[in-house]
């Protein structure tokens, strides 16, 4: 079908994934090699790997609606939903399992606007949101794993205890914000009440944000792909798209 968006076409590859052609060739490579193209039972996919990859980080990057996204690549509604439902899986970022001695780990909590009300609540920002855990190591600035999605009104500190971030984080050195207390991270000196802090903690304090600030310019950057600013996919889609989201930043930071 003339005039549709293909991976063929390498001008494609930056505004829609955010990777060089050569970066995406290398993702396509890793997918390949991890039995993504695997044979499977039933009708075969009409397009190729390439191209529902591409799709998928398309919708991932633009948000734009699936009736709206799926001409594009000559494809139906229904087909581009059945792509991404099935292909947005396969790029998932792996939480990193072995961390050297002497890896520094930074956490925090960032809140996506999701539309899918069964795992949301209204948070501090007044929308309804879920609440995703990201790590990132200090060094590299590489997402290391993101926890499952909970509602948007639990605070970090509670988040933090839930399964997912803290198993893969295990006792690596990480430090956070102030939001979470009692957790057994590294976080700013509290001011004394009616007091002021000493000069050596409140040193240690601005030295600790200027080295926390890195996932927040992570998180800046991850949402760039414009789904994480309104997320209207359903059930798992989200924490699909915050994973994928992750692999494609590290992809693009490692380069």
Known sequence: MAGVITASEPSWTTPLTGLSPHDFRRLITMLRRDGADAVRRGRPWSPPLEDRILLVAAYWRTNLTLRQLAPLFGASKSAASRIIDHTG???ALEPRRRFSQDTVLIVDGTLLPTRGHTITEQSKNYRYSTNHQAVIDAHSHLVVTVGRPLPGNRNDCKAWEEPGAK?????????ADGGYPGTG?????RRPK?????EWRAEHNREHEQVR???EHVFARTKTWKLLRDCRSKGNGVHHAMLGTARLHNLIQAA
């Open 213 to 215: 600030a890195r996932v």
């Open 167 to 175: 198993a893969a984080v295990g006792r690596t050195t990480t430090i």
């Open 194 to 198: 009616g007091g002021t802090l000493t």
């Open 89 to 91: 899986p396969l790029l």
């Open 185 to 189: 991270l590294i976080i700013p000196h």
